[in-house]
């Protein structure tokens, strides 16, 4: 699919799923994830991602 066949709404998914992984250390299909999981809210996407990251980060040893 073009970027041009893209809705508006596929394109600001693919636009916070990128803002979202490059911010929090995702990866984009876990930002995907959390979008459809949460919706847009920017301040609950980011908690959300940074507790992601958090639990996912191996422990120091």
């Known amino acids: 699919?073009?970027?041009e066949e893209k809705s508006?709404?596929?394109r600001m998914?693919?636009?916070q799923a990128q803002f979202l992984a490059k911010e929090a250390g995702?990866?984009?299909a876990q930002a995907r994830e959390?979008?459809?999981l949460?919706?847009?809210d920017r301040?609950?996407?980011l908690r959300?991602?940074?507790l992601l990251k958090s639990r996912l980060k191996p422990p120091d040893a």
């Open 1 to 3: 699919m073009g970027e």
């Open 8 to 10: 508006d709404r596929d």
């Open 13 to 15: 998914t693919d636009f």
């Open 26 to 28: 995702i990866t984009e």
């Open 34 to 36: 959390l979008i459809e």
């Open 38 to 40: 949460i919706g847009t």
């Open 43 to 45: 301040a609950s996407l």
């Open 48 to 50: 959300e991602a940074r």
